[in-house]
T-cell receptor
Framework: NAGVTQTPKFQVLKTGQSMTLQCAQD?????MSWYRQDPGMGLRLIHY???????DQGEVPNGYNVSRSTTEDFPLRLLSAAPSQTSVYFC??????????FGQGTRLTVV | GQQLNQSPQSMFIQEGEDVSMNCTSS?????WLWYKQEPGEGPVLLIA?????ELTSNGRLTAQFGITRKDSFLNISASIPSDVGIYFC????????????FGKGTKLTVNP
């Protein structure tokens, strides 16, 4: 059972480039979400989804897009990368109202 | 939006000591969760609490869901070096989208 799988694990981007962070889960969870983690800031919610075809903004959505075409996948798109988006990104999934399971993270550096 | 105030921010303790950390909020939560994150890894669930007043243990870890549903604490007894990491509390909001809200974490260092 793979759980939550994120790819890539590491990425370096130039300012202005775009990219997609992949997240897949095999637990048939309705809820999926993306967080960013910065030193001293804890985990901040970027976007989340309560089911296929339904997404909503979290606390820090600017500069990011998401879509949820299947239950399993929830990709996060950076439209035009900026140095302020240098961070560690975590994807999580859960059943409604239940504990979330996290991927191992994607460490992104924007230069 | 909802915020969780987690304290302390960091702790430096000797092996064998007990540890206590807590989270408070002005909002009510249906569920409280405690996670541990080790360097280079994602957070891993330690304890989940679903009822006000609930006290749950997982080995040397004990956590409680506050009666008011606005707070929770985590205790670690007889700490060992592998307890090192960042501990996060998290609460699941009532109704609607039931989002997961995180505290900013307690960084634990254990000196052998």
């Amino acid at each position: 059972n793979a759980g939550v799988t994120q790819t890539p694990k590491f990425q370096v981007l130039k300012t202005g480039q775009s990219m997609t962070l992949q997240c897949a889960q095999d637990m048939n969870h309705e809820y999926m979400s993306w967080y960013r983690q910065d030193p001293g800031m804890g985990l901040r919610l970027i976007h989340y989804s309560v089911g296929a075809g339904i997404t909503d903004q979290g606390e820090v959505p600017n500069g990011y897009n998401v879509s949820r075409s299947t239950t399993e996948d929830f990709p996060l798109r950076l439209l035009s990368a900026a140095p302020s988006q240098t961070s560690v990104y975590f994807c999580a999934s859960s059943y409604r109202g239940s504990e979330a399971f996290f991927g191992q993270g994607t460490r992104l550096t924007v230069v | 939006g909802q915020q969780l105030n987690q304290s302390p921010q960091s702790m430096f303790i000797q092996e064998g000591e007990d540890v206590s950390m807590n989270c408070t909020s002005s909002s009510i939560f249906n569920t409280w969760l405690w996670y541990k994150q080790e360097p280079g890894e994602g957070p891993v669930l330690l304890i989940a609490l679903y009822k006000a007043g609930e006290l749950t243990s997982n080995g040397r870890l004990t956590a409680q869901f506050g009666i008011t549903r606005k707070d929770s604490f985590l205790n670690i007894s007889a700490s060992i070096p592998s307890d090192v990491g960042i501990y996060f509390c998290a609460g699941i909001t009532q109704g609607g989208s039931e989002k997961l809200v995180f505290g900013k974490g307690t960084k634990l260092t254990v000196n052998p």
